[in-house]
């Protein structure tokens, strides 16, 4: 007998349900074998063939003074400048050198704008802009020797993010982020936070924590600085976690199923950060939810939770840490220094001094520091030169200038390097951020000579082509 209409259509709808669930189910296994293999073995635990050297510490907190903090009111004490201070700069060492704002005009030498003193066992030397630092003075090894290429704020820190200048290369986060992956796959293995307080507060661009050509998964994740940390963190009204879980799911399935017939590497980042922005959904109101903070640790920083202060985001750094994340970029913009410079340095420092000793005092007490590399500096210098807007200030120098390292493997109370007597050259063990980004790789437990991603027909790697090496002087 011929079957009814009402039959029929059921059937066909029966059939098309099993298919389309079928479909669905096939797509969410294709997923997970998918994920599994490579998007989220790629995600969370990293390249198969990384570390391929011993790894002597498992994260980076890149602690970013963006504008330029003058080195010769931090850590680089020179006594025959504070002599000269007022007279005209001698002429050999400017001669022919690459000067920003200051080209053309009369260069008269300025001292230093505070007074030095030696702290700690190994007797560093540290201004009196950073009282906390004398608590650390033997936690750290300051480079005082660094140089780099980029005399302007963009490009200066495209540099120092990206080992060069052109826009649309990975920085040094997604590098490691790509390589290493991140212990927890609930949180982005590369988070950004950022303050502001200070002189002119130059932008930072998004470009400065861009995948580049790697998976888009692995570039930086800014956490705002008040309100929700991620944007569309909540789930709107009416709508359950329970819910929320289903479209996730279903949008997974339809686009695994998709990606078995395409292996879209676009796609499959997708796919990744979909489950990614599900988790975070319950991970990341517990990272900033600090009211299991006790009230001392919240004094040892300065913090006031959710405030957005430099001393909020560096507890938030030690939570992130905490919680497996393996590259923390914190930048503090406000340290372009042209004028005033005394005024505005209090400013910089009283933001950011106190916080920056209790992440390393903090870290090192929870047993952190030994695992952990701190980094702390800006993109470039401050010139020896007076420069006149308002009071007294410097302009941008990239000859010579100083940054610290502290934590694993790091030789704690040196001073490494050395520039001339009026701190405008490197003179001693000059450290180019190429450099900095090899013994950084190396510490990680990555080989930056090996480390490469072929693209644009090249072996791409953060080092770049040209020689870069492991300060093995700084390691212990």
Not at 217 to 229: K, L
Not at 382 to 402: A, E, L, V, Y
Not at 430 to 453: E, N, S, W
Not at 458 to 469: F, H
Request: net charge neutral; proline share 6%; with cysteine.
């Amino acid at each position: 007998m011929k079957e009814s209409l009402p039959s029929s259509i059921g059937r066909q709808l029966c059939r098309r349900t099993f298919l389309a669930q079928s479909g669905l189910g096939l797509g969410s296994a294709a997923l997970a074998t998918m994920l599994g293999s490579e998007t989220h073995a790629a995600s969370s635990i990293g390249l198969p063939t990384l570390p391929n050297l011993p790894q002597k510490v498992k994260r980076v907190i890149f602690l970013c003074m963006a504008g330029g903090p003058s080195h010769l009111e931090t850590f680089d004490y020179k006594p025959t400048l504070e002599k000269i201070n007022g007279q005209p700069m001698p002429v050999s060492y400017t001669q022919g050198q690459q000067i920003a704002q200051l080209q053309g005009q009369e260069l008269i030498a300025q001292g230093p704008m505070t007074r030095f003193g030696r702290y700690g066992q190994s007797g560093q030397y540290i201004s009196d802009f950073f009282p906390y630092h004398r608590q650390i003075a033997d936690e750290i090894c300051v480079i005082r020797s660094m140089v780099t290429e980029q005399i302007n704020h963009d490009p200066a820190h495209t540099f120092m993010n990206t080992g060069t200048v052109i826009s649309g290369r990975p920085s040094m986060g997604a590098w490691i982020n790509y390589g290493l992956g991140c212990e927890n796959q609930s949180l982005p293995g590369f988070v950004v936070l950022v303050s502001v307080g200070g002189r002119s507060p130059q932008p930072i661009a998004s470009r400065q924590w861009s995948a580049g050509f790697l998976p888009s998964q692995f570039q930086g994740v800014p956490f705002n600085s008040s309100g929700d940390p991620v944007h569309y963190i909540k789930n709107p009204p009416g709508v359950s976690g329970d819910m929320q879980r289903r479209v996730v799911d279903s949008v997974l399935a339809l686009d695994g199923h998709r990606q078995e017939h395409l292996h879209d590497p676009d796609l499959a980042a997708r796919l990744a950060a979909y489950e990614t922005a599900f988790r975070m959904q319950t991970s990341v109101p517990e990272l900033v939810d600090m009211s299991d903070e006790p009230q001392h640790v919240l004094d040892l920083y300065g913090a006031v939770p959710g405030d957005g202060s430099y001393a909020s985001n560096c507890l938030l750094a030690r939570r992130l840490a905490e919680r497996g994340v393996r590259f923390i970029h914190l930048y503090h913009r406000g340290w372009d220094h042209h004028g005033d410079l005394v005024q505005h340095m209090n400013t910089c420092s009283g933001l950011t001094d106190k916080a920056t000793a209790a992440l390393v005092l903090d870290l090192k007490q929870r047993g952190m520091l030994a695992d952990t590399l701190i980094v702390w500096g800006g993109e470039f210098g401050r010139t020896p030169m007076f420069q006149g807007k308002g009071g007294p200030g410097r302009d941008h120098h990239i000859k010579g200038f100083s940054m610290w390292v502290a934590g694993g493997n790091i030789r704690p109370g040196i001073s490494y390097g050395a520039t001339d007597e009026l701190g405008y050259n490197a003179v001693e063990n000059p450290v180019h951020v190429r450099d900095l980004h090899a013994t950084m790789l190396h510490l990680l437990g990555i080989d930056h000579k090996h480390f490469t991603v072929k693209f644009q027909g090249l072996d791409m790697r953060l080092t770049g082509v040209e020689e870069a090496r492991v300060i093995h002087d700084l390691l212990s």
